[in-house]
């Protein structure tokens, strides 16, 4: 029986995934298979391999043959190389990073949360009751000593005019308009 290990295909349109497997030449690609060794992703950046270097080392032993893109990805984990006897059985896999962690990253958008400044007004509502709270409030007036004179100055008398037209325009808004 002519024994292979070759790539078994799975996956959608576009996003393949493969098993390495031994199966039997006469076979099918994805027929019946011997053996399950390994897993290639070359959807993932880098490429996702997978390889139990034992059985691989077993099979290549008891004669299976790899096919091309199989002894690629031999090469590439170092089981082609161990198997040979040739240096360098360390291979070129580059191994994928771990994610961070989902939890670490909410508890620090928290933190970072807390540390906002409060101040400042975060929904309309919130907004206009600020607006409201100003138009009420009185106007500030300037604690610079002022040379008395008889006769108030033209800005004093506007002050003095407007005040109790905003005191008006306030009450107003505050009724409950049914």
Partial sequence: MAVKIRLVRLGKIRTPHYRIVVADSRKARNGLKIEEIGRYSPASDPSLIQVDSDRAQHWLKQGAQPTEAVA??????????????ISGSEGTLKTIPARPEKRAAYEAAVKAAMNEPKDGATTMKKRAAEKLAAKSAPAEVSTEP???????????????????ATEEATATEETPAG
């Fill in 72 to 85: 690629a990805l031999l090469k590439i984990t170092g089981d082609w190389q161990k198997f040979k006897g």
């Fill in 146 to 164: 002022v040379a008395e004179t008889a006769e108030p100055t033209s800005a004093e008398v506007s002050v003095e005019a407007e005040a109790p």
